[in-house]
């Protein structure tokens, strides 16, 4: 009796059905195992590692892209943050802290220290559709601060000279002080950056912006 006959499992599965006195067995090709009547496929452990391999290297490689940049980032804003310092100090800061100090209060209230990234909002990003106008000594630009108020925004230019820079610096707390219709309101300035910025009223300015132009 040909056993065989009954062997679709073994067919079926890639298996070669070979007949044995009162039953058969089912040769499997390479790569097969046997159960019961049937073949299946052995699973290469080799091609596992190798996909486990590849999984793990790229995991690692995406980790170590990402680390780089967080340090990258960190590094920069650590950057930044020294040189706002170098710029406050350099530009006077420290010396209009102790004006602002020793002054009374309701002169305090009246000087206002803009942050670089305040003013870069307000004159989005110093974009130069925001120029008002030029002088020999800075560039004005239209800022919108964000109580709504509309201001110039001029870039100064000033000597790393200390001299200078304390003159500046007195120049700035007596002109926030001063509040006369014939005189431009200086808001406020900004000290951490290259170039002082200063935050005036925005009244008529003219191609040379002589009312913001100091000495």
Same mark, same amino acid.
């Given at each position: 009796?040909n ?6 499992? !073994? &067919?079926?599965?890639? %298996?070669?059905? $070979?007949?044995?006195? +009162?039953d =058969?067995? !089912? &040769?499997?090709?390479? %790569?097969?195992? $046997?159960?019961?009547? +049937?073949? =299946? ?17 790229l995991?690692?490689l ?29 530009n ?8 602002l ?15 670089s ?10 974009n ?8 020999g000594q ?5 800022g ?19 001299g ?13 002080q001063?509040s ?7 808001h ?16 008529h300015v ?10």
């Open positions: 009796v056993e065989c006959l009954r062997a679709e499992s !073994c &067919s079926g599965s890639g %298996g070669t059905c $070979v007949n044995t006195l +009162g =058969y067995y !089912c &040769s499997c090709p390479s %790569g097969y195992g $046997v159960y019961q009547y +049937g073949c =299946y496929k052995i699973k290469n452990n080799k091609d596992r590692m190798a996909i486990i391999g590849t999984c793990s290297g995991g690692a995406f980790v170590l892209v990402c680390s780089w940049w967080l340090y990258k980032i960190m590094r920069r804003r650590k950057r930044e943050r020294q040189l706002k310092k170098k710029f406050f100090k350099r006077g800061g420290l010396i209009l802290q102790q004006q100090s020793s002054g009374e209060e309701g002169n305090i209230e009246k000087t206002k220290v803009f942050t990234k305040a003013l870069e909002k307000a004159t989005d990003n110093f130069q559709n925001r120029v008002l106008g030029q002088g800075g560039t004005v630009y239209k919108i601060l964000p109580d709504g108020r509309i201001v110039a925004i001029k870039k100064s230019k000033i000597d790393d000279d200390e200078k820079v304390e003159q500046f610096i007195n120049e700035v707390v007596i002109l926030s001063i006369h219709r014939n005189v431009v309101k200086l406020g300035c900004c000290l951490e950056t290259e170039v002082p910025l200063l935050g005036h009223a925005l009244a003219p191609t040379e912006v002589p009312l913001l132009e100091r000495g």
